[in-house]
């Protein structure tokens, strides 16, 4: 019997130098002090000892008993600190690395003048309209004084889609849907893309356009000039002046272009604004009385005027762009540069 005790002392201790785990260390005590593990078994066994024996051989097995056990807790709790140990290294954490930051976007340069543009007019008491971008040759063209050929069609190389629908040239065509079902006073600012078959330095077959469009009693050109000043000086710097040139345009009469004092020079002559002082910006004019008529509005009693710019054209004025197809590459290292 002793013998035996000492083979399984032996065998524990030899075991439970060899756990690396609780998990293993569990498995090996079970295999000795479980139920049915070996010293458990030698202690069912002592029935079958002579009852002289007994106490004796009794007090071996619970010594070995004992011993085992005390052996497993040490074990326990050497692996419990060595199991937090290794997580602690494990989940350390370096607080002097630097931190990582996400990466954030920047709005597009197009996008910024549209919302500032947008900002400017709203606070002037515009509400904002969004026509459709697939239209009817009516909207774009017919309603607002342009018939099939006539030549002021030949301003606007356009995409068509079948004989009735395009997609449309101008956001003028948003005027008239306004018009349609909406009675004067009308104040609205309408963005929105548009499409024509052009692609060069200042052209791109999609871009960006903003209209106006103002119908009360009493509208003349000086609430236009008025306007567009206040504008001009919100976009560029309060310096900005506009001046109207005499032009055409089928859907205004009279009809203008507007320039904006260059906010480069201001006004003396420079590269930007080739020697002249003056930028191009939008076209506008007196909504013409056939357009009024157009929509069911009387032009006896109501007068508007109404205006149309580009936005790109406008972010390229503004941050010095010179070429329009890099608003269209999406390059971030010209994107990165436009913080709201
Ligand atoms: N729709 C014109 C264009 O795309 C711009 C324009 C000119 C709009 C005069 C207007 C306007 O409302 O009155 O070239």
């Given at each position: 019997?002793?013998e035996?005790l000492?083979?399984?002392?032996?065998?524990?201790?030899?075991?439970?130098?060899?756990?690396?785990?609780r998990?293993e260390?569990?498995?090996?005590?079970?295999k000795?002090?479980?139920?049915?593990?070996?010293?458990?078994a030698l202690?069912?066994?002592?029935?079958?000892?002579?009852?002289?024996?007994?106490?004796?051989?009794?007090k071996?097995?619970?010594?070995v008993?004992?011993?085992?056990?005390?052996?497993?807790?040490e074990?326990?709790?050497?692996?419990?600190?060595?199991?937090?140990?290794?997580r602690?290294?494990?989940?350390?954490?370096?607080?002097?690395?630097p931190a990582r930051?996400?990466e954030?976007?920047?709005?597009?340069?197009?996008?910024?003048v549209?919302?500032?543009?947008?900002?400017?007019?709203?606070?002037?008491?515009?509400?904002?309209?969004?026509g459709?971008?697939?239209?009817?040759?009516?909207?774009?063209?017919?309603?607002?004084?342009?018939?099939a050929?006539?030549?002021?069609?030949d301003?606007?190389?356009?995409f068509?889609?079948?004989?009735e629908?395009l997609?449309?040239?101008?956001?003028?065509?948003?005027q008239?849907?306004?018009?349609?079902?909406?009675?004067p006073?009308?104040?609205?600012?309408?963005?929105?893309?548009?499409?024509r078959?052009?692609s060069d330095?200042?052209?791109?077959?999609m871009?960006?356009q903003?209209?106006?469009?103002?119908?009360?009693?009493?509208?003349?050109?000086?609430?236009?000039?008025?306007?567009?000043d206040?504008?001009?000086?919100?976009?560029f710097?309060?310096?900005t002046?506009?001046?109207?040139r005499?032009s055409?345009f089928?859907?205004?009469?009279?009809?203008?272009?507007?320039?904006?004092?260059c906010?480069?020079c201001g006004?003396?002559?420079?590269?930007?604004?080739?020697?002249?002082?003056?930028i191009?910006?939008?076209?506008?004019?007196?909504?013409?009385?056939?357009?009024?008529?157009?929509?069911g509005i009387?032009?006896?009693e109501?007068?508007?005027?109404a205006?149309?710019?580009?936005?790109?054209?406008i972010?390229?004025?503004?941050?010095?762009?010179?070429?329009?197809?890099?608003?269209?590459?999406n390059?971030v290292?010209l994107?990165?540069?436009f913080?709201d």
């Amino acid at each position: 019997m002793q013998e035996k005790l000492d083979a399984i002392r032996s065998a524990i201790g030899e075991g439970i130098g060899q756990t690396n785990t609780r998990k293993e260390l569990f498995e090996l005590k079970m295999k000795y002090l479980g139920k049915t593990g070996e010293i458990s078994a030698l202690s069912k066994g002592m029935r079958d000892v002579p009852a002289e024996e007994r106490p004796a051989m009794g007090k071996l097995v619970s010594d070995v008993r004992a011993w085992a056990e005390a052996q497993f807790a040490e074990r326990e709790e050497f692996l419990k600190r060595k199991e937090i140990e290794e997580r602690y290294q494990n989940e350390k954490v370096d607080v002097t690395m630097p931190a990582r930051f996400a990466e954030t976007g920047t709005q597009h340069p197009v996008s910024l003048v549209k919302k500032e543009i947008i900002e400017c007019f709203e606070g002037m008491g515009f509400e904002i309209y969004e026509g459709p971008e697939i239209e009817k040759d009516y909207y774009n063209f017919q309603a607002l004084n342009i018939p099939a050929d006539h030549p002021a069609r030949d301003m606007q190389d356009t995409f068509f889609i079948t004989g009735e629908y395009l997609l449309r040239s101008q956001t003028s065509s948003g005027q008239i849907r306004v018009m349609e079902n909406k009675k004067p006073p009308i104040k609205i600012l309408s963005p929105g893309r548009v499409y024509r078959s052009d692609s060069d330095a200042t052209h791109s077959p999609m871009f960006h356009q903003m209209e106006g469009l103002v119908v009360d009693k009493g509208i003349t050109l000086c609430d236009l000039k008025g306007i567009l000043d206040e504008f001009a000086r919100r976009l560029f710097t309060s310096e900005t002046k506009t001046r109207l040139r005499p032009s055409y345009f089928p859907f205004t009469e009279p009809s203008v272009e507007v320039d904006l004092s260059c906010h480069n020079c201001g006004g003396k002559g420079c590269r930007i604004c080739k020697g002249t002082g003056w930028i191009e910006i939008l076209g506008a004019g007196m909504v013409n009385r056939r357009v009024l008529e157009n929509c069911g509005i009387d032009p006896d009693e109501y007068t508007g005027f109404a205006f149309g710019m580009g936005l790109e054209r406008i972010a390229m004025i503004k941050y010095g762009i010179n070429d329009m197809r890099y608003l269209f590459e999406n390059d971030v290292r010209l994107l990165k540069q436009f913080k709201d």
